[in-house]
């Protein structure tokens, strides 16, 4: 059984600090990998996917690679920004056509 | 830019009532999905949906459970018999296609307290 776990639980840094968010899965065998963002009380917004061929992506400040051999996963924020502040998830496709979601990392960014 | 709706944002019932859940999933999409997610705890799949089937679901999807594409553009989850172990954020996602590529977009979900 598949399961995503995200490390730290929490992280609170001061403003303009570049951040590594980090996600291990336990089953290789995967369709790809997706990083959201969660604002609380709030749905989950789409940041990147990773295919299982990709080794990573970037979308503007963010950067999410991918290691499938080892099963993991890690999402670079640079030069990061109060707006920043919020629940990141990490959620893999193992097989057909759900998610597996991890617990999620709570960054603060402070001003 | 195309979006997930559910409606409503927030629902409060009685343990026992029946309750549906209702989203607009984007407009071209093709595949359709429910989520929830237990206050502090990780979100977690229900169920997923395509040519009006279910193509797989998991172990919290029991008879308690089902779902709907009524007509042409919602999707609904009802629950029968809700518990009270069943009050959380339910997210509704849809995907255009299965591609390793497609992404699953979700909605803002609807808060569900069962009292």
């Known amino acids: 059984k598949q399961e995503v776990t995200q490390i730290p639980a929490a992280l609170s840094v001061p403003e303009g600090e570049n951040l590594v968010l980090n996600c291990s899965f336990t089953?290789?065998?995967?369709?790809?990998l997706q990083w959201f963002r969660q604002d609380p009380g709030k749905g989950l917004t789409s940041l990147l996917l990773?295919?299982?061929?990709?080794r990573e992506q970037t979308s503007g400040r963010l950067n999410a690679s991918l290691d499938k051999s080892s099963g993991r996963s890690t999402l670079y924020i640079a030069a990061s920004q109060p707006g920043d502040s919020a629940t990141y998830l990490c959620?893999?496709?193992?097989?057909?056509?759900?998610?597996?979601f991890g617990a999620g990392t709570i960054l603060r960014v402070k001003s | 830019e195309p979006e997930v709706t559910q409606t409503p944002s927030h629902q409060v019932t009685q343990m026992g009532q029946e309750v549906i859940l209702r989203c607009v999933p984007i407009?071209?999409?093709?595949?359709f999905y429910w989520y929830r997610q237990i206050l502090g705890q990780k979100v977690e799949f229900l169920v997923s949906?395509?040519?009006?089937?279910?193509?797989?679901k998991s172990e919290i999807f029991d008879d308690q459970f089902s779902v709907e594409r009524p007509d042409g553009s919602n999707f609904t989850l009802k629950i029968r018999s809700t518990k009270l172990e069943d009050s959380a954020m339910y997210f509704c996602?849809?995907?255009?296609?299965?591609?390793?590529?497609?992404?699953?977009?979700f909605g803002p979900g609807t808060r569900l307290l069962v009292l």
């Open positions: 949906f395509y040519n009006n089937e279910i193509s797989e």
């Open positions: 089953d290789s065998a995967i369709y790809n």
């Open positions: 407009s071209n999409h093709l595949y």
């Open positions: 996602a849809s995907s255009e296609g299965l591609a390793s590529s497609e992404t699953q977009y």
């Open positions: 990773i295919q299982s061929s990709q």
């Open positions: 959620a893999v496709r193992p097989n057909g056509n759900k998610l597996v």
